[in-house]
Nanobody, 119 residues
């Protein structure tokens, strides 16, 4: 059974910082890509950032220069360091893991963690 455990959300003032973590546990598996998505009320879920097991990263234009995604392969944990937060960053943030388990590759999702940025 795959589990993605997210932590680190909360309430912060504009200009502040938060770090999200997502740890994957699934027995024997390999990580292909790990991503963070977010969904604000009334909006579609959007990709925030992604990182491959080799360390290649990509970011949404809205967070470039403010957010940094990183991956600890030994701990199977992905982090999202969010700096200079803005009220428009308020959303539920979801961890997504593209894993290969017993030669089968598929996506898994965490339950989400709320990030609220006050103005």
């Amino acid at each position: 059974q795959v589990q993605l455990v997210e932590s680190g959300g909360g309430l912060v003032q504009a200009g502040g910082s938060l770090r999200l973590s997502c740890a994957a546990s699934a027995g024997i598996f390999s990580v292909n890509v790990m991503r963070w998505y977010r969904q604000a009320p009334g909006k579609q879920r959007e990709l925030v950032a992604g990182i491959t097991s080799g360390g290649s990263t990509n970011y949404a234009d809205s967070v470039k220069g403010r957010f940094t995604i990183s991956l600890d392969n030994a701990k199977n944990t992905v982090y999202l360091q969010m700096n200079r937060l803005k009220p428009e960053d308020t959303a539920v943030y979801y961890c997504n893991a593209d894993l290969t388990i017993l030669a089968l590759r598929r996506d898994y999702w965490g339950r989400g963690t709320q990030v609220t940025v006050s103005s």
